[in-house]
């Protein structure tokens, strides 16, 4: 598949300085990109590539200039690039249905158009949407939604009474509405609470591979919609995370914590249960949240501080022995001179 | 489903002190909960919630007093609630048998009142006991044990020479059994040592989900009874795990250490290889622990030290910048006395 | 089967002090150990041992001398009974063929001597080399490659377009290829950037359980020969782990960062993205890294510091209140010593 400039700037809504009729088959990184790819520039520091790179064009914000590759001027470089990547992205396969060797319960609903691969399981009542495709070794438990347009890669684990809303990507592994981690304690005998609430999951979530979203113990556990969580997070029960939040890989939030809208957490956040952090807050990898965070903010450290402070803190540490030594010997002098005195 | 206030009462050992007509038919939170729930109060800070609560029981400790809902005084509300909800819950679905599509070897044995899903492979010389269910996608490898009344979840892997006790709970994609994590490394190249022990898993035990117990390299690695382990949990070979303990999601015990009874280790703790834990330690979460600890004791940080000493570490170090300023300042100050002197 | 100490020496290529026709049938720990066992001693802090182990003959360095038990004597002792653990390990099944109830397409290529269990799915085009050993509900996606010897656990996710070498071992529940975390924020909503890269994982290595390793956004992500991974490591888009490099539990490496050869992450280690760490690189357990590190040093820290550094930072952290207390006294004395001037 070959296109002209000129349609990849209109693709993307761009405006092209440079030769519109040069054809273009495909995409790379601004160094690896050979001729007849396009490139994107959205970091200044790349700035310097612009003159080497072998790709016959590159998208950049207004105001670059190039002496080298055609320029498609975006306001937003690698948003424009990633429908360029999916415009060259290899065509789906059509619709296969309910393909021989798919286990699916007479009382469970298929919508149209979908695609579900043998060594998969429907339990009754659950509901599967149009436009679904549930690839082999994934279980549906009884009553649970998969809405329109989901894509459930191998192995996915998708318990009953879990509600998952339209154009959701779940990947390879993950174990959706396992009970949460409830027990009530008597002579040091741990009994289990029942589970009985379930997972809300709304449109255009992702979940990564091997994560972990446990059921409500009594109301839902809830994941807005949009937001993106990465491989090997756990989200304990009854957790909310807002709308657009973004969670990287191996986070921990623990059960009841509520997420706002646009909240970043690092890769290895932890955060313990009972908590609540504010719209916009970013907080550092590796960093462990004990209480509330305002919104806005970023944060770090364990306990989580205001990002800037904990630089401040971090500058410092590996300056403590020598600090400690300085102590030492100021306090020699002090008594010298308390002795003169 | 619906129950009077007596039966409720009778259910957990309680004394009622209400209208013990009253009847119920469910459970929930005490802010969620309304006419016709019952709801429990076990942390004294949510007694305010008493007289807000729409709730027509409430389980709380004797002495409680409430204008508004009845009460069902019992020792440990918390347990008690366990109970009603336990009693509320959806009854179990009878046993399936081994259905059809289940593949279970010839030379397994399965015991009565079993349910095994398709789609589930057990091998020559498994033992399935009696009244467990088995989800589809579930591996039981050769000469393995799954104990009475055991419950599997999808997409768990147990592999050959595993025992697994009475009572057990698995969440979905834990796999238990896999190789330890060993090597001899001979002029830079790491032979594996083949892991040639099991893994034992007491009575009572439950495992979260994407957790990993890896067998033993020689002996086993040992789950003792009534231990509780949270999702994404990582328990390397010949660990030992004691009665009653309690591992928080994300946590990571390394090669052949030892829990003692009652041990909790919070979120994200890690723990390094051949130390000793005694009873009834707590390990904070996010916490490094690199050497035996003592029982009977709380720990933080990394590395951990008692958790006390931690809290007042905690509380200097945001100050850190503000304490070389001074220090500086000080030395300044001792210089100007020195040249005064 | 037994066999005679002369066999066992031949085998590993050691020297025999004790009495060759003495027969052995197995092997154990030191302390385990009992007649008709061999045993190892690597650390010469277990030397004592030697005196009251019951095993017939140890494996140990050249000029350990012993009282009791046959000392067959190696360069390296662990390594040497890595290779008697082998022998004495019970045989591998003889391979059984596609089974009946395994899934490969007509448009897959099998080579010879393999077993392919039911409940496993091969998709078209895969390639599986010869004697490759393939257990129930694995998943191999379009195009990709298993290679010779490879063995592959339950439930393992290999998606399209995965490139695995000769004798690769992959545990339970391992998901490679899933799409890398990558988005493109545009007002506020997150649009996923098409993820076209593969996987490349190069002969000898081997993957823990419940592992996951994204392919690349647009080149690959990189695995080379020899290198181990443990259970629950996390490897982002477009990450370059060296040859020989070891990876242990919980660590995670984030997109694009490459590790050079006989690289150590201990356990629970986390790698911001796009950073370089040399070859031969050792980082301590729970460390986070955020900026390149030299070769040939062990790190520790969060962020990670040369290591002797962190020691010595670590051993005055808990003595912070402390130096805080005396600062304050310090500040005192020398108000006064100014007041008195």
Chains 1, 2, 3 share one sequence.
Request: net charge neutral; hydrophobic share 45%.
């Amino acid at each position: 598949m070959e296109r002209s400039l000129k349609e990849i700037a209109e693709l993307v809504g761009g405006e092209l300085s440079g030769d519109g009729s040069l054809m273009v088959r495909g995409v790379a990184g601004i160094k690896e990109a050979g001729p007849g790819e396009v490139t994107f520039l959205a970091n200044p520091k790349y700035l310097r590539e612009l003159k080497s790179t072998k790709a016959t064009a590159v998208l950049a914000s207004p105001g670059v200039v190039s002496e080298g590759p055609a320029v498609i001027h975006v306001k937003n470089p690698y948003y424009a690039f990633s429908k360029v990547v999916a415009f060259f992205a290899p065509a789906k396969r059509p619709p296969q249905g309910v393909m021989q060797g798919a286990l699916v319960s007479r009382d469970a609903v298929v919508g149209s158009r979908v695609t579900i691969y043998p060594n998969s399981f429907i339990e009754a009542g659950a509901k599967i949407g149009d436009d679904v495709t549930i690839y082999p070794g994934v279980y549906v438990g009884e009553g649970s939604v998969v809405g329109d347009g989901c894509l459930i890669y191998p192995n996915v684990v998708i318990r009953e009474g879990v509600k998952i809303g339209a154009r959701v990507i779940i990947h390879g592994g993950t174990v959706i509405g396992a009970d949460g981690f409830g027990y009530a304690t008597d002579e040091g005998i741990h009994h289990k609470i029942p589970q009985i609430g379930g997972v809300v999951i709304e449109d255009d979530v992702e979940l990564g591979a091997n994560v972990t979203v446990d059921r409500g113990a009594l109301g839902d556990t809830i994941i807005k919609r949009g937001a993106k969580i990465d491989n090997l997070v756990m989200i304990a029960h009854n957790v909310l995370v807002g709308e657009d939040s973004i969670i990287v890989a191996q986070a921990g939030v623990s059960g009841s914590t509520e997420l706002g809208h646009h909240v970043v957490l690092a890769g290895q956040v932890g955060l313990v249960g009972h908590i609540k952090i504010g719209d916009g807050v970013m907080v550092g990898a590796k960093s462990g949240v004990s209480s509330d965070l305002a919104a806005g903010q970023p944060y770090s450290g364990i306990p989580a501080i205001p990002h800037r402070d904990w630089l401040r803190v971090q500058a410092v540490l590996p300056k403590l022995p020598e600090l400690r030594k300085q102590l030492m010997e100021l306090a020699k002098k002090v008594e010298a001179l308390e002795a003169k005195g």
